[in-house]
């Protein structure tokens, strides 16, 4: 049977935690959408360093070309040191100096951000992403060299130690460079709450996303003296990790995960859980509750952590499809809000890439006989809304053209259809899907998928974009069109503020409505300031006037 027909995932009614801060509000969604309880209490908050100095330091000796390599570990990271380096010098004269020197990021988000700041990166960590995958892509790029690096480590939240202990090994010199931390959340009753209910029985399964959850929540517990009765709790319900350096902090605590997701996304988390969790808490809670000895004690060695397998039949949305009802529901749901074009794109984006694993994902919307880059799942700030592609170029074109899906597995460069655009990285990829966007027969846009490596996708594939092409072209179109009367609506108010403020200077300094204009100007471009803006600052003076002259009479 299809997988199409294949029952849906779901909780059947399980009470879920999650420790998730910053996408609370988006797994409750995600565990509700598969009949879970949801319960989602926040176990941390990030917050700046306490002290920059060493974020500091290390930009002075950046600008002296003391280091061989800078190893950045999360995206926020990248910003964040670039806002610390330019309170001390310029900006381009810190990213000039990042550039100058090999720069290695641990996976997607650190490296999209340096990508965004045009500063190239040597060396990115594959998936799961943790300091193993990041050691091994060092020493695959380096070699023996490295032993000569000084190195520096952008941080995050708490030290990696096993990382910078083998970074210290193979390397002549190792540098920390902390530059934000995780602090515990500021109103700390729903975490205490929380770690009652786990031990009380009230939750059935428990979500892992970081290692920094682990940590918070025991030290809560150590807190409420209570840790030895939640760590025994947590033998008796469902607790599942990220990935690899979350079940090493799980083993630091004696507790061993009951599985990691296929991939170390969120949605894949949920999604597996929903699958998996009922039939593991049935055998967790028919055995024997077991008495762990108490800690501090040795961490037992860490054992295989099972990993679900992709090629699992089941993953009921996010590799093989949804069940078709759920399907149209999940992405009817992401849509109805009627936001913005932009937050439609977005996500779109996030859907797609979700039920088809890629690289790459770009929406182009048609505007004007172009199609416009709108969305993008890599940050492009340089060409979003600003690359256009006219009808009939490129893979894009084409397929907006013949309104037909394209799909090559390699070498999709060395398509009679390719065309390069700009320089983007994706047009160095091997596979490519696209299919059109379509609203009443017309069409409105593209979805181009891309993949690094050779990629054959299977026509399950091929017919799900083509369906989500079907059902997000009205709300596109609608978004569109919104955003253009939106920009009609601000430029007629903009024109009505430039002729009332014309108008007043005008009349109180007697001159033309042309020099009244040019004066407007000036001032917009001394101040730098909009057009708008000084018109706004014109009249709010006007009226203070008036006031004034009222409040006398």
């Known amino acids: ?303 295989r952590i099972q990993r679900v397998a992709l090629s699992t039949p089941t993953m009921a949305g996010f590799r093989d499809g949804l069940a078709h009802i759920d399907f149209l529901h999940e992405i009817s749901r992401r849509i109805a809000a009627a936001d913005s074009l932009h937050i439609v794109l977005e996500r779109i984006v996030e859907f797609v890439t979700t039920v088809i694993p890629c690289d790459s994902c770009f929406i182009y919307v048609l505007e004007n006989d172009k199609l416009v880059l709108r969305a993008s799942k890599n940050p492009h700030a340089d060409v979003i809304d600003r690359l256009g592609i006219p009808i009939g170029q490129g893979i894009a074109g084409w397929v907006a053209e013949h309104r037909e899906s394209v799909a090559i597995a390699s070498n999709a460069s060395n398509d009679t259809r390719f065309k390069v655009f700009l320089n983007l990285p994706e047009d160095h990829f091997e596979a490519m899907l696209s299919t059109p966007i379509l609203c009443a027969s017309k069409v409105v846009g593209v979805i181009n998928l891309q993949h690094r490596l050779t990629y054959q996708h299977s026509a399950h594939e091929v017919r799900l974009l083509s369906m989500v092409g079907f059902l997000v072209g009205a709300e596109i179109e609608r978004a569109r069109l919104e955003s253009e009367n939106v920009e009609l609506s601000d430029r007629l108010e903009s024109r009505k503020a430039l002729d009332r403020a014309k108008g007043i200077l005008q009349r109180d300094l007697s001159i033309s409505e042309e020099e009244a204009y040019r004066m407007m100007q000036r001032e917009s471009r001394q101040r730098r300031k909009s057009m708008r803006e000084i018109a706004d600052a014109i009249l709010l003076a006007d009226d203070f006037k008036r006031s004034d002259r009222t409040a006398k009479v």
């Open 1 to 303: 049977m299809p997988t199409w027909f294949m029952a849906h995932a779901s909780f059947n009614g399980l009470r879920v935690l999650s420790l998730e801060s910053r996408r609370a509000r988006e797994v409750a969604k995600l565990i509700r959408t598969y009949d879970g309880e949801p319960f989602v209490v926040p176990a941390m908050r990030e917050m700046p360093a306490s002290s920059n100095k060493q974020a500091l330091d290390f930009a002075d000796r950046l600008m002296r070309s003391e280091f061989d390599l800078v190893v950045f570990l999360t995206g926020v990271g990248v910003r964040a040191t670039v806002e610390v380096a330019q309170t001390r010098y310029p900006r381009e004269e810190f990213l000039a100096a990042l550039r100058a020197v090999r720069v290695a990021g641990r996976g997607p988000k650190p490296t999209g951000a340096l990508r965004e700041l045009n500063i190239p990166v040597r060396v990115s960590a594959p998936e799961p992403c943790t300091w193993r995958e990041m050691m091994q892509s060092l020493n695959n790029e380096f070699g023996d060299s490295l032993s000569q690096f000084r190195v520096a480590v952008q941080e995050y939240g708490a030290s990696n130690p096993e990382f910078l202990s083998a970074l210290t090994e193979q390397s002549k010199e190792v540098t920390k460079v902390p530059v934000y931390q995780w602090a515990l959340p500021e109103d700390l009753q729903p975490l205490r709450e929380c770690i009652l209910a786990i031990i009380s029985g009230g939750i059935d399964v428990i979500f892992f996303m970081t290692a920094v959850q682990v940590i918070h929540l025991f030290q809560i517990a150590e807190q409420m003296d209570c840790q030895q009765a939640l760590r025994e709790a947590l033998g008796s319900i469902v607790v599942l990790s990220i990935g690899p350096t979350t079940s090493e902090e799980l083993h630091h605590y004696g507790i061993t995960p009951d599985f990691e997701p296929s991939r170390p996304k969120m949605g894949f988390l949920v999604n597996e859980a929903a699958q998996y969790a009922g039939r593991i808490l049935e055998e967790k809670r028919s055995r024997p509750r077991v008495e762990l000895p108490p800690l501090p004690q040795p961490s037992p060695s860490p054992a």
